[in-house]
Each structure stands twice: as C-alpha cells, then as structure tokens.
C-alpha cells in the first residue's frame, strides 16, 4: 500500500495542480474581460457627466443670483422696519420731553 501511495501519490498531486493552474487562467482572463468592460463603462459615464458640467455651472450662477437679490430684498425690509420703529421711538422721546417740560411749566 506505501508503494502504491509513493508511487501514484505525486502524480495525482501533479494532475490537481495543473488543473487548478488551468482553473486559475481561465479566471484570470474572464477577469480582465470583466475589467475591459467596466472601464469603457465608466469612460463613457464620465463622458456624460462632463457633458453636463455646463449645466451644473449655468445652474450654480442663477442660484449665486438669485440668493444675493433675496439677500438685498431682505436687508432692504429689514432697514425699513427698523426705520419704522426708530421714528416711532423718536417720537416718543419728543412726546415724553414735551410732556415733562409741561410738567416743570405748571410748577
């Protein structure tokens, strides 16, 4: 049985090496088949996504403008509140400079 194992032993060894090498190639090259495809994949997406990088800029400029013009609209309505209510103070102030000169007036 040991001359049959030292025997036969190594050249079954042989033969499940060689079919795993063969086994690997094949592997191997349906990989790099796999990758070839994928490459041009993303080749060609990144061939759409540069086609529309105008869009995206034409996109990022209007929204640059239009938040400036809501910045300056809503600054200018700010101001003009604040303006409303320092008139309103301002007139207060009088009222009561007014109302205290009449009190020293009548004593």
Do not use: H, W
Request: charged share 35%; hydrophobic share 45%.
């Amino acid at each position: 049985m040991q001359e049959f194992l030292s025997a036969y032993l190594p050249i079954l060894i042989y033969i499940l090496l060689c079919i795993l090498i063969v086994l690997l190639i094949i592997i191997s090259v349906k990989v790099i088949k796999t990758m070839n495809r994928v490459e041009s994949i993303v080749d060609d997406v990144d061939e759409k996504v540069k086609s529309l990088n105008g869009v995206f800029n034409v996109v990022d400029a209007v929204t640059d403008k239009l938040s400036a013009l809501t910045e300056v609209i809503s600054d200018s309505i700010i101001l003009f509140i604040k303006g409303i209510f320092k008139r309103k103070k301002k007139k207060l102030k009088e009222k009561e400079m007014e109302d205290q000169e009449d009190g020293e007036e009548e004593e």
